[in-house]
């Protein structure tokens, strides 16, 4: 029989797995009308669907790839799920959101897995590592490898578990992207940017820091708004803790800054820093 899988939210991360993902695809997504995403989903062999109940139709899993604000609205909406289908939720939002969206999966007989997604989508595709919690996360597992992912790794403890290692990482990760931002904003201000790189070079050999300053400037002009929602959700998740989200927070606002001027990001860190500070 074929194994059919159905994709809530049909962005960056939808479109690098529908290559490697051995099923019959479906899809649904709220910008389904936006030019040229049903062109997209024609070219990769998906099936443009209406409504989410249509996209589930028939399916025995569910990959959730949809914004951070979405991720809970998404399994709220998920009223054609199969009894018994996997819901995959592979979005970047704190734990108490993964537990609220698992309660609203289990109240339709689905099988709700937490899945962090530990690295770029881009290039590693269906290689990216994952990391599963939850009740469901060893079937589910083996359900995902069946679909073609092939580093999935399990994590001890319920739901919640896999989110809070990927949002209490996201500390530092998106934190430094942010740091880098102001860093560098502020030496090409002061007229001595090739004069800091070399101080940190010689600081911390080997780092790379004109590339990593290029990098982190990139992913934040194309994906700051998106890496904004993650680092609120991370600030609920500290906020829970009671751990303190300061720094989270600033880091939520200079993504968001950068991010949402939608600016083009040009080849090099001098013409990103050109077009930053026009």
Not at 41 to 62: I, Q, S
């Amino acid at each position: 029989m074929e194994r059919r899988l159905a994709l809530i939210g049909f962005g960056e991360a939808a479109r690098a797995f529908v290559p490697g993902l051995n099923a019959a695809l479906s899809a649904y997504d709220l910008r389904l009308d936006d030019a040229g995403m049903r062109d997209a989903m024609a070219v990769d062999g998906v099936a443009a669907c209406e409504t989410p109940a249509e996209a589930l139709a028939g399916a025995g899993a569910v990959l959730s790839l949809v914004t951070a604000d979405q991720a809970l609205a998404a399994a709220e909406a998920a009223d054609g799920l199969e009894p018994g289908a996997f819901w995959f939720d592979m979005n970047s939002v704190a734990p108490d959101t993964k537990r609220a969206a698992a309660a609203a999966i289990e109240r339709r007989a689905g099988r709700y897995v937490d899945v962090a997604v530990m690295a770029p989508v881009i290039p590693k595709r269906c290689a990216v590592p994952l990391l599963l919690g939850g009740p469901d996360a060893a079937d589910g597992a083996a359900m995902l490898r069946a679909l073609g992912f092939s580093t999935v790794a399990l994590v001890d403890g319920p739901v919640g578990s896999a989110s809070a290692i990927k949002m209490i990482r996201s500390v530092m990760v998106k934190g430094i992207e942010a740091l880098s931002a102001e860093c560098a904003l502020a030496a090409d201000a002061a007229g001595v940017l090739d004069a800091l790189i070399a101080s940190l070079e010689a600081s911390w050999p080997g780092a790379g820091w004109p590339e990593r300053f290029d990098y982190n400037l990139e992913r934040m002009m194309a994906h700051g708004t998106r890496r904004a929602a993650e680092m609120e959700e991370v600030t609920r998740t500290l906020d829970a803790l009671g751990t303190d989200a300061s720094m989270s927070r600033a880091t939520a606002a200079r993504q968001r800054a950068i991010g949402d001027r939608r600016l083009a990001a040009p080849h090099g860190l001098t013409a990103k820093l050109k077009v930053l500070t026009a």
